[in-house]
């Protein structure tokens, strides 16, 4: 055994958080996913090589979980084989469709105030975006076994009739090529019907306190829209229910409105439907929200924490983790697609900064690759500070949405490991983590 252990030797995507007890060190493996519960002695000991220190049953269960690895082994050269394959082999494709720019409301700080057209896409661009998704899936572009198709806007809603049209041909085709279809409309609720809810997996809406929304989520006239938003969703309580369609909603968290989000929390899990969906965004300042107070990355992560915690006092299923994917976000894996209302190309809802156009991927779709080769080549294994970085499984590398691509977690890391550690061995069921834990 002391041959064994001799081979062996820590991790270099170990990651070491202290705890409330000194003598209790928690480990995480950012490869893996592995998170165990320690003597402080034994985290010493790994951090130092010295398994001598180690009894063999510790050390294989530290093997096993991908804390200690061969001493030849190049875990740099590993983690990048694993995330050209996963770039590779990604079986889902992200279908992103701006219907309109147009809205219902005039909710004062919305990024499209800059550039706010009035045109709608066309049934042509609808029915040349699934002539690509089936050109992407027959020629085995990638190997795809499910399409997510996304609604966006302004609002949608507004052209609910090519939604419509939109599905029903996509759900023939998925039918036909044996792929599942998610669908998602990402609207603002007022023109929320029964018909939406059928249709959808999910609807996205953004609400947060009523004092708030009113105030910014306002309509043309200046009136508020809150009442009338909740109003909907509430009239197909029941129809979300029979569809089992999720409620996914969106708070948009600032310095003002962050006391709230418990409140508003609890009423979305009052309304009697079967599937919600609570996320929380920090604001964001540009130009259209200069003047609205947001949270330091700190108090944002520490209120995103505290949410965290209070959907499993819940009994909600929680999927936050610092999960290693070690997968491109939507726009760095090959040919997933965002068209614009007037009929141009992006990769995802984050690009608002299309290129080309439909007519460019006529007859080659592999052009949507030549025209993003920027975002296609993207390796962040080839940049010296992210390949040589612990990090670079979970976060991506540096992503051109991202101002600083070294925060990339809405929680601090050892804030929730130390949490993890504490709350999962009773009620591991309130945890999705897939594949993540060893």
């Not at 010493?44 to 200690?68: K, P, R, T, Y």
Request: hydrophobic fraction near 35%; include cysteine.
């Amino acid at each position: 055994m002391r041959l064994r252990r001799m081979s062996l030797k820590a991790s270099f995507y170990n990651h070491y958080t202290s705890t409330d007890d000194p003598a209790r060190t928690v480990l995480f493996n950012k490869f893996w996913g592995s998170v165990a519960l320690v003597d402080h002695e034994v985290a010493w000991h790994i951090a130092e090589n010295d398994m001598a220190a180690l009894d063999a049953e510790m050390v294989a269960e530290l093997e096993g979980s991908g804390f200690l690895v061969p001493t030849d082994l190049d875990e740099t050269a590993a983690a990048e084989q694993r995330y050209l394959e996963r770039k590779a082999a990604n079986s889902l494709l992200a279908i992103t469709v701006e219907l309109t720019q147009e809205c219902n409301l005039a909710c004062p700080f919305c990024y499209q105030n800059s550039y706010r057209g009035t045109g709608a896409i066309t049934e042509q661009a609808i029915d040349r975006i699934q002539h690509y998704v089936e050109t992407v899936i027959t020629e085995g572009r990638r190997p795809i076994s499910e399409i997510a198709l996304r609604f966006i806007g302004g609002e949608p809603l507004m052209q609910k009739d090519k939604i419509l049209t939109a599905i029903s041909g996509m759900r023939d085709l998925a039918a036909r090529l044996g792929v599942g279809l998610n669908t998602q409309v990402d609207t603002n609720g007022l023109l929320l019907d029964e018909m939406v809810v059928r249709e959808m997996d999910a609807t996205s809406i953004t609400i947060t306190n009523k004092a708030d929304h009113d105030k910014v989520r306002i309509r043309h006239n200046g009136a508020g829209s809150y009442e009338q938003i909740l109003g909907r969703i509430k009239r197909h309580t029941e129809h979300y229910n029979t569809y089992e369609t999720v409620l996914a909603v969106r708070y948009n968290v600032n310095a003002f409105n962050a006391r709230y989000v418990p409140e508003v929390y609890r009423m979305v899990k009052s309304l009697g439907l079967k599937y919600t969906q609570f996320d929380l965004f920090n604001t964001v300042n540009y130009d259209y929200n200069v003047m609205i107070p947001t949270l330091s990355g700190e108090q944002f992560k520490r209120l995103y924490l505290d949410l965290i915690k209070l959907k499993v006092e819940y009994g909600e299923t929680v999927t936050d983790f610092p999960r290693p994917t070690f997968s491109p976000c939507s726009a760095y894996t090959p040919y997933n697609l965002k068209v614009t209302a007037d009929g141009r190309l992006a990769l995802c809802d984050a690009m608002t900064n299309p290129r080309a156009s439909t007519d460019d991927l006529l007859g080659d779709v592999g052009r949507l690759r030549e025209i993003f080769s920027d975002i296609d080549g993207h390796n962040p294994f080839q940049d010296h500070q992210c390949g040589n970085c612990s990090n670079v499984g979970i976060c991506g590398g540096k992503l051109y949405c991202k101002e600083d691509p070294c925060d990339f977690l809405p929680f601090d890391m050892d804030e929730y490991l130390r949490f993890f550690a504490e709350t999962y061995p009773a009620v591991p069921q309130r945890f999705d983590l897939g594949s993540s834990v060893g």
